[in-house]
């Protein structure tokens, strides 16, 4: 599972992005700081499952925070791409690099300046309305797939017809190199109110529309309402919120990276996603404002909304759940407590879990026990979220 942040330069992705996964990424006033790629780890935050057993986990990957290990802070991908301008999908600026970036993401995160203090291309400005931003990244990513599709569409409907291939795969085969599965093709062909049998007499605008809503069904998007901390920002929100049916949340990433550095170098204790956090240390006046500034922002919001966000975006939109591989015991060879915790698909399987484990494991599945309730479960067994299981084999 891949999650691709964008935006429109200078907007704060790289900020986010550092806040998110605390990677050395450069951070500068200037469009197009981020030329290649940056990848590393996100983490979603969940209540750990050991504290319910009387014990504190050891993650191989991830971490816990909190009295006891509470919270369980699990692993995903994460990437920044270069900053979107108008025109990208026709190659201006670092078009071209952004979206063949973009192609393996399972959703985005698009990172907004709510400020209005910068333009779409992230120069300095007064009242810009960052809803111009949201409408243009839109409109790049439509294109983008419809381009992919009016390349190929008169032959490629065409040959559908008379050869009597499924329309759905058809499509789903053209935009495999998108993480496009035959299921997004055929949610929206439910929806559309054209004949999906016959493609090759679908109208220019009739394409337009297909091509957006398999842009929204494959590559859904959180909104990040960045830089809320500033004077217009809420302003900006509310209209955003009226205009927009994406889900929007209040951000301040920037305030999210100032909490973890400090954490990090011991001047406080904080976990990701509270409202308050801890002094540990004697301040300078400069700490002391800073976080000053920042404790009132999370008193009006409840948080940065960094957290949030990743959270929404991973259990919300891609609809994931936690499983945890969970013997009797609770530990591996090297006396790791729960070391292991995967994120799966909601209405994922016992069987399929054990695929995940391991094809071997898969293959010769006999039962799983559940580690709450101590009981066998079957390979139809519908997972839910913070399971333990065991897998049992031949």
């Known amino acids: 599972m891949l999650v691709g942040l964008v935006g429109r330069p200078s907007s704060g992705k790289s900020t986010f992005f550092k ?10 006033p ?9 990848h590393g780890m996100g983490f979603v935050k969940i209540e750990d499952l050991a504290p319910e057993f009387g014990k504190i986990s050891n993650p191989r990957e991830g971490y816990v925070k909190g009295e006891k290990g509470y ?11 270069a900053g979107l301008v108008e025109g990208a999908s026709e190659g201006k600026g670092l078009g071209n690099e952004f979206l063949n970036d ?52 008169k032959t490629f409907s065409r040959t559908i017809e008379m050869q009597k291939k499924n329309v759905a795969e058809a499509i789903a085969t053209q935009f495999s190199g998108l993480k496009v599965n035959i299921e997004d093709v055929k949610a929206v062909l439910r929806k559309i109110p054209f004949d999906p049998e016959k493609p090759s007499g679908w109208t220019d605008a009739q394409i ?25 920002s809420k302003e900006n929100l509310e209209k ?9 949340i209040p951000c301040f990433a920037e305030g999210e990276l100032a909490l973890k550095e400090a954490d990090r170098s011991g001047i406080i204790e904080y976990i990701p996603g509270e409202k308050t956090f801890k002094i540990l240390k004697e301040l300078n006046e ?13 008193e009006e919001y409840g948080s940065t909304g960094v957290q949030e966000i990743l959270n929404k975006t991973v259990f919300d939109v891609l609809q994931q759940i936690a499983i945890f591989p969970a013997g009797e015991k609770m530990v591996d060879s090297k006396g790791n407590v729960l070391p292991d915790c995967f994120l799966m698909k909601k209405g994922s399987t016992a069987l399929d879990f054990a695929y995940r484990l391991h094809s071997d494991i898969g293959k010769n599945f006999v039962k799983a026990i559940h580690i709450k309730t101590k009981k066998a479960v079957g390979k139809d ?11 049992m084999t031949k």
Do not use: C
């Open 71 to 81: 919270w369980r802070f699990v692993p995903f991908d994460l990437m920044d791409v």
């Open 381 to 391: 067994y519908v997972l839910q979220h913070r399971d333990g299981l065991e897998i």
């Open 102 to 153: 973009l192609a393996g993401a399972d959703a985005f995160i698009h990172v907004v300046d709510m400020s209005g203090e910068a333009d779409g291309e992230g120069k300095p400005a007064k009242d810009y309305y960052p809803g111009k931003d949201l409408r243009i990244i839109e409109s790049e990513l439509d294109k983008w797939y419809l381009g992919i599709l009016t390349k190929v569409w």
């Open 30 to 38: 200037y469009p197009f700081a981020t030329i290649k790629p940056n």
């Open 208 to 232: 337009k529309e297909f091509a957006q809503a398999l842009r929204k069904q494959s590559k859904p998007m959180t909104i990040a309402a960045n830089k809320m901390d500033r004077p217009n």
């Open 19 to 28: 806040a998110a996964t605390l990677m050395d990424v450069l951070i500068a």
């Open 286 to 298: 400069k700490q002391k404002l800073a976080l000053e500034g920042i404790q009132k922002f999370l």
């Open 240 to 248: 955003i919120k009226e205009e927009f049916d994406y889900p929007i």
